[in-house]
């Protein structure tokens, strides 16, 4: 049990430091701004269900992709750490700004609030090197990092639905703070797989 809720943790803080709620909520604040409280609501629970479709598709589809691509876990790792470097030191070194919006308003929640903003690159990439480090425990594995990223979901939707509360208490600047704390986070995790990808290849 104590090995679960272990694993639990170690899977749970990759995903929330990728996903930074906190620093998406400026954007949702933003995007919503002219909206009803019922729009919201909505809004709010149309970028979870989406958010939560495409990442528990990766997290069934990812070990497939692996076969069917011919790819070693090692490799994965050095690419995967690479791509989240970049989006880390990318949101380290710049401000994060709302994405040009095509979609109609009542599709807002599903892009760009559900995708790319919650469930994006470095989300969808850090769940798939998650469920290849934990698949050889089988279901267990599987379902820690399914639990973990269930959990993120559930803190993004409260972060969302309560978002004037939360930015009127942190402050523009405990928000900018917050995210940049957690990319410097993702940028050190990203090390650590760009480092055990190396070294898996040179072991090979």
Sequence with gaps: MASFFEHLLLSFIPIFVAMDAIGTLPIVLGL?????????????????????????????????VFLLIGIEVADFLVAGGLILLILAIRELLTERRAPQVA??????????????????????????????RYSIEGVVGISVVIISFVLNLAIAWLLF????????????????????????????????????????????
């Excluded at 523009?172 to 898996?200: C, D, P, Q, Y």
Aim: glycine share 12%.
């Design 32 to 64: 919503s701004e002219h909206m009803m409280a019922s729009e919201r609501t909505r809004m709010v629970r149309q970028a979870m269900i989406t958010a939560l479709g495409l990442g528990l598709g990766f997290i069934a589809l990812g070990k497939i």
């Design 103 to 132: 979609a109609p308003e009542d599709m807002i929640g599903v892009v760009p609030i559900g995708t790319p903003l919650v469930v994006g690159p470095a989300v969808l990439t850090t769940l798939l090197l998650l469920i290849d």
């Design 161 to 204: 639905a309560q978002g004037n509360r939360v930015a009127n208490f942190m402050g523009k600047g405990g928000l900018r703070a917050a995210s940049k704390i957690a990319m410097l986070l993702l940028a050190a995790i990203a090390v650590k797989m760009i480092r055990e990808g190396v070294l898996g290849i040179l072991a090979l």
